[in-house]
């Protein structure tokens, strides 16, 4: 189990941002200035898709996780031992084999009993019974495998019961929180909360007069606070297909690669809108410190 849910601070600090500016309604995105929030493309709140007490937690805080890495486990004796046993039946084969001797048995009477048969020396009804055996022994290997089928289907059911004690991760990320701890009883509550910053999400919010200027694709130039790595170039990959009525501004997200995990999330920036084809700059979007 796990959720995943987006940084609700990111409109509130951004349509702070934007009462700050005010400039005429003839002005375009080219003399619009706005800040812009770096922030984890997603939070996820990762608890255990059953019931019970924490064994172990095999992550700790500022850890890289991959998909499917082993965060945690819950205790899981009785379920390990329902494992092992389905385990067990699923690989015997000693019924199919016996049954498969009966039949072969059951072949080679039926085949005596036609011989004598055929010379007058037996009744039709020991034939009849031969005939019937014949059958049976059919029919018991026939069970068997199909036993075996059940028995494998009951340890891959098993095999799922047990894997539900092991909390793995949905995502690659960071661990930015550990919220449960060894001896724990757990049921609806997260364990760990991971955080996927790469990409990164850029996010700005703009007023609702410059709706269609800024499309899909649209080249931008990300400056952040903290900047380690740099200006940052990136494309514009959505814009809100609706228009707050309330503050009269629409949201514009773009992705930023971060493979190496050297920009860190939640931190303010500013970005540049720039020309796609011709690489001229058409628009200077951010406030600058020190000055409007």
Excluded at 14 to 38: E, G, K, N, R, Y
Excluded at 44 to 68: H, L, Y
């Amino acid at each position: 189990m796990f959720t995943k849910f987006p940084s609700i601070s990111v409109a509130v600090v951004l349509m702070a941002q934007v009462t700050i500016v005010a400039p005429s309604l003839a002005q375009d995105l080219s003399t619009t200035s706005f800040d812009c929030l770096i922030e984890p493309k997603m939070t996820v709140m990762v608890g255990a898709p059953t019931q019970g007490v924490i064994r172990s937690v095999d992550v700790e805080r500022n850890e890289t996780v991959k998909p499917g890495q082993l965060l945690a486990t819950l205790r899981s004796d009785v379920e390990k031992a329902s494992l092992e046993h389905a385990r067990t039946r699923a690989k015997m084969k000693s019924e199919i084999q016996s049954r498969r001797a009966d039949l072969s048995l059951a072949q080679v009477n039926m085949e005596r009993i036609k011989e004598l048969y055929d010379k007058r020396m037996v009744p039709s009804q020991q034939r009849d019974e031969a005939v019937a055996q014949l059958e049976v022994a059919r029919m018991a290997v026939k069970q068997a495998q199909d036993n075996k089928t059940l028995y494998e289907f009951e340890f891959a059911r098993a095999k799922q019961i047990f894997q539900r004690h092991q909390i793995r991760s949905p995502i690659a990320g960071i661990v930015v929180e550990q919220r449960a701890f060894p001896g724990e009883f757990v049921y609806e509550n997260p364990v760990v909360t991971i955080a996927q910053i790469d990409p990164l999400v850029v996010e700005a919010i703009l007023p609702a007069r410059l709706y269609g200027q800024v499309r899909a694709g649209m080249m931008a130039r990300i400056d952040p606070e903290i900047n380690l790595a740099g200006s940052m170039s990136t494309a514009v990959t959505a814009t809100d297909t609706l228009i707050d009525a309330a503050s009269g501004t629409f949201s514009v997200r773009l992705e930023l690669p971060n493979p190496e995990h050297s920009i860190p999330g939640g931190q303010r920036c500013t970005l540049t809108f720039t020309d796609a084809a011709s690489g001229d700059q058409v628009a200077a979007v951010g406030s600058k410190r020190g000055g409007s």
